[in-house]
């Protein structure tokens, strides 16, 4: 068994719907979803704001990989089209592997090009950090230290305090 923090995030369409696809679709995989935030968009600036929130969850597969897998599917259900000439363009769904722990709680790290672990961006993501946060005040981003004292680093206070939580929009889950 593992078990994963995830990152989704939709500025593209019904970007609720979509959110609420995403979980759903994780089913019993689901241990604690987040709040939801309203976002500016990170790294590439022209485009319309996004929801984002953080789901943990657990997988009984002993390897990491079906985390890719996983992730890849709900992507493709929600009609994702990758524009390559827009690295960080819009999408209807994106779910990022931020990080993933082996039953005995060990991190597990990898330098894989198509599973990067932990996220290579998601140390400097409010918008990844600040939900992560609210489930799990004591979380900590392997290789990278505390999340609370990553997201008071001054280069991410003024994203963190430019996300909007919409309590609006619950991702409604049964566990
Ligand atoms: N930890 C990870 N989580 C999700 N995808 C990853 C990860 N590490 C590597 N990848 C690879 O990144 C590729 C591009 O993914 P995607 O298009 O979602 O990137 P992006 O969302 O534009 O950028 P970012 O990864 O910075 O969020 C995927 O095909 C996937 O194989
Ligand atoms: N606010 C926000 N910005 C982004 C997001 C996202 O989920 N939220 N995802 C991106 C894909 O890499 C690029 N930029």
């Known amino acids: 068994m593992t078990r994963a ?10 970007r609720y719907a979509h959110l609420r696809t995403a979980v759903e679709g994780l089913g019993d995989s689901v241990v604690l979803v987040s709040g939801v935030y309203e976002t500016p ?6 485009q319309p704001p996004y929801l984002n929130a953080v789901v943990l969850a657990v997988d009984p597969a002993p390897d990491h990989r079906v985390w890719l897998e996983r992730v890849r599917s709900l992507e493709s259900a929600a009609g994702r089209v990758r524009d390559p000439e827009r690295r960080f363009g819009p999408r209807t769904l994106d779910v990022d592997v931020i990080a993933v722990w082996n039953d005995d709680g060990t991190p597990v790290t990898s330098a894989d090009a198509e599973l990067t672990l932990p996220h ?3 140390c400097e993501r409010a918008f990844v950090l600040k939900p ?3 489930l799990q005040p004591y ?5 990278h230290g505390w999340v609370t004292d990553l997201l008071n680093a001054p ?3 003024a994203d963190a305090n430019a996300m909007t939580p919409r309590p609006d929009l619950p991702l409604e889950f049964e566990g």
């Open 5 to 14: 923090v995830l990152s989704v995030g939709s500025n593209l369409g019904d």
């Open 41 to 46: 968009p990170w790294g590439d600036t022209e």
């Open 120 to 122: 290579p961006r998601a």
């Open 132 to 134: 992560w946060l609210d």
């Open 139 to 143: 979380a900590q981003l392997p290789g």
């Open 155 to 157: 280069g991410l206070t």
